[in-house]
């Protein structure tokens, strides 16, 4: 079965730290991979897609694909209490379980 | 423009009623989805729609039937609630293209069954 599988956590850092969030995928035809947010009580957000092998830089977020691993990471810089909440990993129709994440002012 | 847009947003059943989920989307999006969300098990598929006319089983089909009514609405419905279908669900949009690439969810309905 296709999974993608993420560490349940949950993950805490200082503000201002680097928060890293990792993602593994079991379908070597994976395209395309999402990060989503998601508050307590609230929808999923995009936050970033990536399809290409190396990096992709967005503000504070930078997204990271190595194909021939078959992992995502997500990193965000300059953490902050608003930060925190649950990231979903996604692909393929497919979502992880999400890691949540506290930052800590 | 208001995206993806699911009632009802809460809802308490007992066992052995029905009920439908209704969702629609302005965003004129082909891909329809939906998902539900349990506490540490992410967001599972239960049916989708790749386009007008079409439907097919997700990860978690059982207890569910779907019909794509149009282009723009895409519903769920139980036809006999269980308790094991407590839980949150969403409903999605998918886009392709380079603008608002990827999933647009819905608010969510939250649906707690008795």
């Known amino acids: 079965q296709k999974e993608v599988e993420q560490n349940s956590g949950p993950l805490s850092v200082p503000e201002g730290a680097i928060a890293s969030l990792n993602c593994t995928y079991s379908?070597?035809?994976?395209?395309?991979f999402f990060w989503y947010r998601q508050y307590s009580g609230k929808s999923p957000e995009l936050i970033m897609f990536?399809?290409?092998?190396g990096d992709k830089e967005d503000g504070r977020f930078t997204a990271q694909l190595n194909k021939a691993s078959q992992y995502v990471s997500l990193l965000i810089r300059d953490s902050q209490p608003s930060d925190s909440a649950t990231y979903l990993c996604?692909?393929?129709?497919?979502f992880g379980a999400g890691t949540r994440l506290t930052v800590k002012p | 423009n208001a995206g993806v847009t699911q009632t009802p947003k809460f809802q308490v059943l007992k066992t052995g009623q029905s009920m439908t989920l209704q969702c629609a989307q302005d965003?004129?999006?082909?891909?329809m989805y939906w998902y539900r969300q349990d506490p540490g098990m992410g967001l599972r598929l239960i049916y989708y729609?790749?386009?007008?006319?079409?439907?097919d089983k997700g990860e978690v089909p059982n207890g569910y039937n779907v019909s794509r009514l149009n282009k723009r609405e895409f519903s769920l419905r139980l036809e006999s609630a269980a308790p094991s279908q407590t839980s949150v669900y969403f409903c999605?949009?998918?886009?392709?293209?380079?603008?608002?690439?990827?999933?647009?969810f819905g608010s969510g309905t939250r649906l707690t069954v008795v």
């Open positions: 996604a692909n393929d129709m497919r």
């Open positions: 379908d070597r035809g994976s395209q395309s």
């Open positions: 990536i399809y290409s092998n």
């Open positions: 965003m004129n999006h082909n891909s």
């Open positions: 729609s790749a386009s007008e006319g079409t439907t």
């Open positions: 999605a949009t998918y886009s392709p293209g380079q603008t608002n690439y990827g999933y647009t």
